[in-house]
């Protein structure tokens, strides 16, 4: 379980985040949806204790974020950001070992190796290892980093918990591996140990896939539940200031989202 209490978080005298507290599970894809400026990245910048906030706290477990020390954390944390630069060349597979660094001192032991490998093939980049990694598409890119961060939290930790942070994880990819992407976090988040929590601004990705809907709006929490609880005409019309039109397939019974 991860918690955050009563989150405050100003910047040049404009809050961020008001009083916001929520509860994440374990075994489930969390996602947190919202419209420009409504304080998500942010949310999770403080969810993964890379800002600290005004006020409140985020707890791991039982025990209050503050009180892990880096290296433990880069242990059982990791988290994808929206742009990753790396200015200079780097093989593929160096840079997914990169997610390895916490684990080991020195260089890479066969576990270590192992997980490269492992994430890589899951992630279909493996053609890509002995590649300059700047030479790759934005869409190419995003699948290394992907691998990279999963290789960091990839094995399970002997009575602790995995936490992964998403921040606008889909940027630069096409519809295909938007999907597949999803579907990949969807399946690690099924995981008993594993938190996952992210931020996406396409709501019907977030409804197909996501098991609980955060909605925030001027840096509130508007609403917070399953999808259909939380994308509502009421709720939807708060967030964004538009008409939405909700179409449920009779068959899945799941719902798509579109604005007049």
């Known amino acids: 379980m991860l918690n955050a209490s009563d989150i405050m978080v100003s910047a040049g005298g404009r809050v961020l985040l008001d009083s916001v507290s929520a509860a994440f599970d374990s075994g489930r894809l969390h996602l947190i949806v919202g419209p420009n400026g409504a304080g998500k990245s942010t949310l999770v910048r403080v969810l993964a204790r890379l800002l600290r906030p005004q006020a409140g706290g985020v707890s791991y477990g039982e025990r209050g974020a503050e009180h892990w020390n880096e290296r433990e954390l880069a242990r059982h944390r990791a988290m994808l950001s929206q742009t990753i630069e790396v200015a200079f060349p780097i093989p593929v597979r160096d840079l997914v070992m990169m997610g390895r660094y916490p684990h080991f001192s020195g260089r890479p032991n066969p576990v270590d190796d192992q997980i490269c490998d492992e994430v890589m093939r899951y992630f279909e980049i493996t053609d890509f290892a002995d590649r300059d990694y700047t030479t790759l598409s ?3 890119r995003q ?11 990839w094995h399970p930790i002997k009575d ?5 942070f998403l921040d606008e994880p889909l940027t630069f990819l096409d519809i295909r591996h938007q999907i597949d992407f999803m579907k990949k976090v969807r399946e690690f988040a099924s995981r008993p140990d594993a938190i ?3 931020v996406v601004h396409d709501l019907n990705l977030a409804t197909r896939f996501a098991d609980r809907l955060l909605l925030l709006h001027q840096g509130r929490i508007l609403a917070n539940g399953n999808p259909s609880e939380v994308l509502t005409r009421g709720n939807l019309r708060a967030a964004f200031d538009v008409q939405p039109t909700l179409i449920t397939d009779v068959v899945t019974g799941q719902t798509s989202v579109a604005f007049e």
């Open 138 to 140: 934005g869409g190419e």
């Open 143 to 153: 699948r290394v980093n992907f691998a990279r961060v999963l290789a960091q939290i």
């Open 160 to 164: 602790c918990g995995r936490y992964l």
């Open 196 to 198: 996952v929590i992210g």
